[in-house]
């Protein structure tokens, strides 16, 4: 504070001068982090904790971590007058998740905390899951096209539950260069029976950084032997009804062929007595083959009577 003299009015003709200490255990002020994807650039900026003209200026310490790989950079920054600082990270990958802090060199220095991200990794899409009959499942998806910044492969995910939660391990995680990946039974014996799980696939970068899961497809795991028993079962069932079924329509098939064969026999006598029994005269016809106007024409034989004599020549 002001020693004296106290009042109102300017300063006397020789003012006292405090001089305050550089506090170097403050952080820095303003953290600001961007990052360049065309240049693949980390650009980090901070201005001093006190913006005074010092006579010894601090020595940044900035510590850089990736959050995914958790791995650790450290750089030192010289001193200097300006009153903004700023350093450069190069070739920055995409896919990556940064924090970044910056303090003072000294012991116990208190430090300020930002975070930047690069531009995200492309995604596989067109998820497609399915089961088969021998209990593997199938994960086919499309491939990612256009991304040439880094080698890279594609992880299928299975975890527990329905959903892929982050902090849950993971039951199995395949690897492949092309669709399909196939996931064996005996890879989920870790998922209770009946249990829920969600398969997913992302795209993972040589140097171990990931993209995120477009689409995921949950499921519930069935015991195979129990599938097998329920299919026994279903199949015992279904021939429980098809075998009366068929033998219903076997009786019934030979009862139709019995009647229309009766049918046929009825009409066939019929046709048979119409053609050899005249209804006007009542006389058999036994192989004759004249019709009936040649028969009004021929003479039927008269039978012979005893008043007339008989005449043989």
């Given at each position: 504070g002001i020693v004296g003299p106290i009042g109102p009015g300017p300063l006397g003709r020789n003012p006292l001068k405090l001089e305050t200490a550089y506090d170097l255990l403050q952080p820095p002020k303003e953290l600001n982090v961007t990052i360049n994807d065309a240049s693949q650039e980390m650009i980090i900026k901070w201005q001093r904790s006190c913006a005074l003209e010092a006579t010894r200026y601090p020595t940044y310490i900035i510590t850089v971590r990736e959050l995914t790989l958790n791995k650790t950079s450290v750089v030192t920054v010289q001193p200097s007058s300006n009153h903004t600082m700023m350093h450069v990270f190069r070739k920055i990958p995409k896919g990556a998740a940064y924090e970044v802090s910056v303090a003072t060199d000294v012991p116990n220095a208190q430090r300020i905390v930002g975070y930047a991200n690069s531009t995200k990794l492309p995604t596989p899409v067109k998820l497609q899951v399915w089961e088969e009959a021998n209990g593997t499942y199938v994960v086919y998806w499309r491939s990612v096209?256009?991304?040439?910044?880094?080698?890279?492969?594609?992880?299928?995910?299975?975890?527990?539950?329905?959903?892929?939660?982050?902090?849950?391990?993971?039951?199995?995680?395949?690897?492949?260069?092309?669709?399909?990946?196939?996931?064996?039974?005996?890879?989920?014996?870790?998922?209770?029976?009946?249990?829920?799980?969600?398969?997913?696939?992302?795209?993972?970068?040589?140097?171990?950084?990931?993209?995120?899961?477009?689409?995921?497809?949950?499921?519930?795991?069935?015991?195979?032997?129990?599938?097998?028993?329920?299919?026994?079962?279903?199949?015992?069932?279904?021939?429980?009804?098809?075998?009366?079924?068929?033998?219903?329509?076997?009786?019934?098939?030979?009862?139709?062929?019995?009647?229309?064969?009766?049918?046929?026999?009825?009409?066939?006598?019929?046709?048979?007595?119409?053609?050899?029994?005249?209804?006007?005269?009542?006389?058999?016809?036994?192989?004759?083959?004249?019709?009936?106007?040649?028969?009004?024409?021929?003479?039927?034989?008269?039978s012979f009577s005893d008043d007339e004599p008989l005449v043989i020549a």
């Open positions: 096209t256009g991304f040439q910044d880094d080698g890279y492969t594609y992880e299928a995910v299975v975890k527990e539950g329905l959903a892929l939660n982050s902090t849950a391990p993971p039951v199995v995680t395949l690897h492949s260069k092309e669709p399909p990946i196939l996931i064996n039974p005996d890879q989920l014996q870790a998922i209770s029976e009946n249990g829920f799980f969600t398969v997913g696939v992302r795209l993972k970068t040589d140097q171990g950084l990931y993209s995120d899961f477009a689409e995921v497809e949950s499921f519930t795991r069935h015991n195979l032997l129990s599938l097998h028993q329920a299919s026994t079962s279903s199949v015992a069932l279904a021939w429980m009804w098809i075998v009366p079924t068929i033998i219903i329509v076997a009786l019934v098939v030979v009862v139709l062929y019995m009647v229309q064969r009766h049918q046929r026999l009825r009409n066939s006598f019929s046709r048979f007595a119409n053609s050899h029994y005249d209804t006007r005269t009542g006389a058999t016809r036994i192989g004759c083959t004249l019709d009936d106007d040649e028969h009004e024409h021929q003479e039927v034989p008269r």
